[in-house]
């Protein structure tokens, strides 16, 4: 069964560093989202992204993130600068528009820990 | 008002047992509602979707009112294999434009024990 992948399982940067977390969604899915979950909290949606732009971001995607896809397989999630509250895991879903329901799948996450 | 809003739990249930957990959205638009799974630090994975009609999945059955903004899942028979914690997600931007994000709930922690 087609699944998301995510690299790397975790990461653990200084505060200011430059971070890159990778994805590759499943590879006929056309929507590609990114989720933040800190611990113990909820999931929380960060940005959508479809035909090589962003569809949806919420608050939390602010100046300091970015998204891209560099090629035909990949999506990445860039933060410039870490923070300290930027750690959590950050998981990536896609989605395929001519399936019958909206289903996002979800990759097993990266464990980002900013120090 | 919290867009999903869940009880957080636990449950604690023995096995057999029948278990029921609810949720209210606050977005009287929602389109699309989800049950997700999600076992302790992985990703959330796709229990089922809930429609109007109600929907059964072998020993999960969920429920949606649209009036009430409300939504349910009844486990069946516990097995000790369904402790996690179930996440009631609304996409309200659901249907056929597939851009929406997830809105998720808190989730609901069930613990089935022998």
Redesign the interface.
Same mark, same amino acid.
């Given at each position: 069964e087609p699944e998301v992948t995510q690299t790397p399982s975790h990461q653990v940067t200084q505060m200011g560093q430059e971070v890159i977390l990778r994805c590759v969604p499943i590879s006929n899915h056309l929507?590609f %989202?990114w989720?933040r979950q800190i611990l113990g909290?909820?999931?929380?949606?960060l940005v959508?992204f %479809?035909n090589n732009e962003i569809?949806?971001k919420?608050e939390i995607f602010d100046d300091q993130f970015s998204v891209e896809r560099p090629d035909g397989s990949n999506f990445t999630l860039k933060i410039r600068s870490t923070k300290l509250e930027d750690s959590a895991?950050y998981?990536c879903?896609s989605?395929?528009?001519g399936a019958s =329901?909206? =289903?996002?799948?979800?990759?097993?996450?990266t464990?980002l820990t900013v120090l | 008002r919290k867009e999903v809003e869940q009880d957080p739990g636990p449950f604690n249930v023995p096995e057999g047992a029948t278990v029921a957990f609810n949720c209210t959205y606050s977005n009287s638009a929602s389109q699309?509602f #989800?049950w997700y799974r999600?076992d302790c630090?992985?990703?959330?994975?796709?229990l089922m *979707?809930v429609y109007s009609s109600g929907n059964e999945d072998g020993r999960f059955t969920a429920q949606l009112n649209r009036a009430s903004q409300y939504i349910s899942l009844l486990i069946r028979d516990s097995k000790l294999s369904d402790s996690a914690t179930y996440?009631c997600v609304v996409?309200p931007k659901?249907? *056929? *434009?597939?851009?929406?994000?997830?809105? #998720?709930?808190?989730?609901t922690t069930l613990q089935v024990k022998p």
């Open positions: 929507y %989202y989720y909290q909820k999931v929380e949606f959508s %479809y569809s949806e919420s895991m998981f879903a989605s395929d528009p =329901t909206d =289903t996002q799948y979800f990759g097993p996450g464990r | 699309s #989800f999600q630090r992985k990703e959330p994975k796709l *979707s996440l996409n659901g249907g *056929s *434009s597939n851009t929406g994000k997830l809105i #998720f709930g808190q989730g």
